[in-house]
């Protein structure tokens, strides 16, 4: 981490990424913004910062074997029944 | 075995065994009572021998927790009990209280008994698994208290392993919410869902903390692995345990007049609690196939095992299968939770007192380490007739209950319960004479302590494989 | 690291999980407790159901009957049993006309020797139980 | 860390993953009983979904989001061996929990002084049940970073012991985890 200087550290970058796409997901909210589009963009979206949290914040990019993908396997289990839930429905 | 006082727990095994005898035969008597109606009526009705067969497995399981405590304690804390002379005289207090209740039971009809305790100054009676007399259930109270008073000071006194702190707790909280018992109100919804704080919160809470630690205990003895890596698996376990189970009460909370919440709470939760019982097998295999060495008491090891594994099974897998509210709504009050039930207490709690019972017989006996290979050889008979009995009389409640549950309330013409009852009645012959196999492994399981006493000492044979 | 998974870890993890979920515990009853006075019938107690309960239990009817799905599975679930006999009077009729010495080769209820006002008492209870809501169970009126 | 060589095991005491994947297993299961149970009610789940304030819940994730940041850079600062440093961000981040507890109770008292409990609904039933045990964990959570920021404060860290404040923080980015995927699901999908 200090070999050399970055202009932002990795985790500061992953922090504006998710503060990007919570206002993202704030804007379809408020804007009670329906259809499977905006449900399934802002659920892949909350995937995707669960994955940066996990591989950023967590640390689990710097491990290797299962154990790097307990956040995965959880993230993509529980977005598939989600999934299949709402797309029924939308 | 090291210290004079562990002597005591002798009497506690001695008499649970005897208990356990009883519980048996009132457990045929009311099995037999399923085919023939009028058997021994009127002078045992089902009521009556139902209460006397499901009391006495309290009793001597809690006969079997206390004598455990009292062989396990002062050996973790290397010190001898500090009133060893108490563990005696509770031991003649409990065994009179008990075998008088159990007589009162039998003798007198259940009212004139109420009458005779004066239940009406506290009415506590009548409820199922706590229709001890109040007066009864006091003295219960007070033994708690001599017994915790004596394990806890000979605790403090000497070394605090954690299997002697998890054992503390588990028989703290025990005392705790026996408590509970006494509270009983008019209102049926309150009577019900603090009844549970009861006998949920001990079965499926504070009992899994003693079955824990005694099964440490065991695992530490016969296998030699590190106390260190034993304990610290029996901290996630029990956690585990917890976690899930505490919550997981609201599976009792789905139709007796609580809000509808508890029917997520209460399978989301409760489903979960099969992962302890799963992660105590992994657990004990784990540490038998790392042993350091080869004990001589194979038989003592078996019944680890099969604790680990018959609990999963019965509480874990049959507890989930009917866990779910969905389910659950079909299921409750029928003979799939008579099933679990007898699965589960077996798998659990019979079989984990059996366990220390055979690893500290021998030792309490004068043993060096293990009873003669005879004597272990007909008690693994034992073991295996009785377990595969509560296999197959499992299976039999369960299809008993599945056709209850078809015939009773999920078919178009839902037929009364006692026709229904006439139907199954095939299940309950397979299911007495199963019990009958059930006994003969008892039988044999008491044999096994008086033959070969004058052979000599089973060895361990064969050597261990470096892990 | 030194090592991957430690005791002291693990105890705390038991210590805390088991207060957390005590502590959750204790919420969701507070919860209950202010939901179930919409749902308990606790309108219909009295004195008489009072002294129903109290035949119930030193009779230990528990040890054979269910009362909303809790008890013994050897007679009738009893929780419905108000409507599915239609009225205080047939439960009445039913506990006191059982024979002493029971049916040859079938299982019978004890006679209990009840006086009418036990009898109108355990009746009433009974009555006040069938009250509950409990979420629609039984599924069938069988029990 | 020199972040070519990976490691074996994730970051703090192993126990505490175990602890995670218990909690994890138990939200999933409530998200899917969430979704699933909606298929049913969705006309009811779209109605009182907007009864809630998508405003709150934008502070809340925002809050946790940085809270989870002063996390990263407090392990950040105990693996340069700067224990106050490390207390510092424990400490905002500390505050950022706060920040969540206040506005998560506001919206507490709003629906309670509606009269609205777990028995109102099916979807409040849901929402008060994921949110109110999410907001349990970010009071456990709390407890365990303040113990720990409390032990890093004292110095009981450094640059070659600190499972400690790595376990914590796995603990903390959880309680974020599972917050990401509640928000939407919950506030904003329909």
């Known amino acids: 981490m200090n070999q050399k200087r970055l202009f932002l550290r990795p985790c500061t970058w992953v922090y504006v990424t998710l503060m990007f796409l919570t206002f993202i997901t704030w804007f379809v909210g408020v804007n009670n913004l329906s259809g499977r589009f905006f449900a399934f963009m802002v659920l892949g979206f909350a995937l995707l910062k669960g994955q940066l949290i996990g591989d950023y914040f967590m640390g689990l990019k710097q491990v290797a074997g299962l154990w790097r993908w307990v956040i995965f396997i959880w993230l993509a289990l529980v977005g598939t029944l989600i999934s299949v839930a709402f797309w029924q429905t939308l | 075995m090291k210290y004079q006082s562990q002597k005591v727990a002798k009497l506690y095994f001695i008499a649970a065994i005897g208990l356990f005898v009883g519980q048996i035969l009132f457990g045929l008597i009311i099995g037999a009572q399923y085919i023939w109606g009028d058997f021994l009526f009127p002078e045992i009705p089902f009521n009556v021998a139902r209460m006397v067969h499901t009391n006495l497995l309290i009793v001597w399981l809690l006969f079997g927790f206390m004598g455990a405590a009292y062989y396990l304690v002062p050996e973790e804390a290397e010190t001898d009990l500090v009133m060893p002379w108490l563990a005696t005289l509770m031991f003649w207090i409990f065994l009179a209280a008990g075998a008088a209740t159990i007589l009162g039971y039998l003798l007198v009809p259940y009212s004139s008994l109420a009458e005779l305790t004066q239940n009406d100054l506290l009415p506590t009676m009548g409820r199922e698994f706590l229709e001890q007399p109040t007066i009864t259930k006091l003295g219960i109270v007070v033994v708690a208290l001599a017994f915790l008073a004596n394990i806890g000071l000979t605790i403090l006194k000497g070394r605090k392993t954690v299997i002697n702190l998890v054992l503390l707790m588990g028989l703290a909280g025990l005392a705790v919410f026996f ?20 006998v949920h919160l001990w079965v499926e809470g504070v009992w899994e903390l003693i079955l824990g630690s005694i099964l440490a205990f065991i695992l530490i003895k016969t296998t030699g692995v590190d106390r260190e890596v034993i304990e610290k698996w029996l901290y996630v376990i029990i956690a585990m345990t917890l976690i899930t189970g505490i919550v997981g009460t609201g599976h009792h909370y789905y139709w007796i007049g609580t809000p509808e919440f508890w ?14 019982f799963f992660m105590m097998t992994v657990f004990a295999f784990n540490m038998v196939n790392k042993r350091r060495r080869n004990h001589p008491n194979k038989a003592a090891v078996l019944w680890a095992l099969g604790t680990a594994v018959m609990a999963f099974l019965g509480a874990g897998v049959w507890g989930f299968l009917h866990t779910l509210a969905p389910v659950n709504y079909y299921t409750h009050g029928t003979q799939i939770t008579a099933a679990h039930g007898h699965m589960a207490f077996y798998g659990a709690y019979v079989m984990i007192n059996l366990a220390i019972i055979s690893y500290a017989m021998p030792l309490l006996r004068g043993r060096e380490a293990a009873n003669s290979n005879k004597s272990q050889v007909l008690e693994m008979w034992g073991f295996w007739l009785m377990t595969i009995s509560i296999i197959f009389i499992t ?14 309330r999920f078919s178009d013409s839902p037929m009364p319960f006692m026709v229904v009852q006439e139907k199954i009645e095939l299940f309950y012959v397979l299911r007495e004479l199963t019990g009958l196999v059930f006994l003969a492994g008892l039988i044999v399981y008491i044999a096994s302590s008086f033959v070969g006493s004058n052979e000599p000492e089973a060895t361990a044979e064969g050597e261990v494989v470096a892990s | 690291m030194a090592q991957a998974f430690t005791k002291a870890m693990a105890r705390n993890i038991f210590y805390g999980g088991t207060a957390f979920f005590f502590l959750l515990f204790l919420a969701l009853t507070f919860q209950t407790h202010s939901v179930v006075p919409e749902r308990d019938n606790h309108e219909a107690i009295n004195d008489v159901v009072a002294l129903g309960k109290k035949v119930w239990e030193e009779n230990d009817c528990i040890g054979c009957h269910t009362l909303l799905g809790e008890g013994a599975y050897f007679a009738p679930e009893l929780g419905n049993v108000y409507k599915r006999f239609g009225s205080t009077d047939a439960i009445k009729a039913f506990i006191a006309s059982r024979p002493r010495d029971g049916v040859p080769g079938r299982r019978s209820m004890p006679q209990f020797n009840l006086s009418d006002e036990e009898l109108e008492a355990v009746a009433q209870f009974l009555k006040y139980v069938s009250g509950v809501n409990s979420a629609n169970w039984p599924p069938s009126p069988q029990g | 860390m020199t972040g070519m060589e990976k490691n074996r ?10 602890f995670i994947m218990a909690e994890l297993l138990v939200f999933g299961v409530f998200f899917a009983a969430y979704a699933f149970t909606r298929t049913n009610h969705v006309e009811l789940f779209n109605t009182y979904q907007l009864t809630l304030d998508r405003n709150a819940a934008l502070i809340n994730t925002v809050a946790l989001i940085t809270s989870s940041y002063f996390v990263v850079r407090a392990v950040a600062a105990i693996r340069v061996d700067d224990s106050r440093r490390c207390f510092h961000w424990l400490l905002a981040a500390l505050a950022m929990g706060l920040l969540f507890l206040v506005v998560k109770g506001a919206e507490y008292h709003h629906h309670f002084s509606q009269g609205i409990n777990l028995n109102t609904n099916t979807f409040y039933m849901f929402y008060l049940s994921l949110t109110f045990f999410h907001f349990l964990h970010v009071i456990l959570g709390m407890i365990i970073l303040l113990a720990v920021a409390l032990k890093a404060r004292s110095g009981g860290y450094s640059a070659a012991e600190h499972t400690g404040v790595e376990t914590g923080a796995s603990y903390w980015h959880m309680v974020d985890l599972v917050w990401m995927v509640l928000f939407p699901l919950v506030y904003v999908m329909r």
């Open chain 2, 179 to 198: 408590l509970f018992s006494f509270f009983n109100p008019v209102n049926i919804v309150w009577d019900k869902y603090y009844w549970w704080w009861v």
């Open chain 2, 263 to 276: 029917q997520w709470w209460g399978s989301i939760f409760s489903a979960m609690e099969p992962i302890p």
């Open chain 2, 395 to 408: 299976l039999f409640l369960t299809a008993a209950g599945i056709l209850q549950v078809y015939l009773q």
């Open chain 4, 9 to 18: 095991w994730p970051p703090g005491d192993l126990v505490i993953w175990i």
